[in-house]
């Protein structure tokens, strides 16, 4: 069981990140995937999910608009467009594999995590 993430890095308020997730195919077959953030001295919270087949994602209300979430199951990848990236954005951001096929934003639906990805918004 394995999830790779990165893309992370420094970037200017307004500016933008691409976040990648590289899963193995035992990992994400069949499943919904997400991705999670903890900023310093908070608790991990959702950002979005995207059931097994794709059509379907739901974002948190904080990212709704800005974020766009993606997969490419011949790939095994997952992909976290950010666009007009805030300070509040700042965190350690995780992938992760959801126990069944749909998009949840529920920690544990989850039961497989990537090693997490900074990315800090400078204002």
């Known amino acids: 069981v394995q999830l790779q993430a990165s893309g992370g890095g420094l970037v200017q308020a307004g500016g933008s990140l691409r976040l990648s997730c590289e899963a193995s195919?035992?990992?994400?077959?069949?499943?919904?995937m997400g991705w999670f953030r903890q900023a310093p001295g908070k608790e991990r919270d959702f950002v979005a999910a995207?059931?097994?087949?794709?059509?379907?994602?739901i974002y948190a209300d904080s990212v709704k608009g800005r974020f766009t979430i993606s997969r490419d199951n011949a790939k095994n990848t997952m992909t976290l467009q950010m666009n007009s990236l805030e300070p509040e954005d700042t965190a350690v951001y995780y992938c992760?594999?959801?126990?069944?096929?749909?998009?949840?934003?529920?920690?544990?639906?989850?039961?497989?995590w990537g090693q997490g990805t900074l990315v800090t918004v400078s204002s």
């Open positions: 195919a035992r990992t994400s077959s069949n499943n919904g």
């Open positions: 992760a594999v959801a126990r069944s096929s749909s998009a949840t934003r529920s920690f544990s639906g989850y039961n497989y």
């Open positions: 995207i059931a097994w087949r794709g059509g379907s994602t």
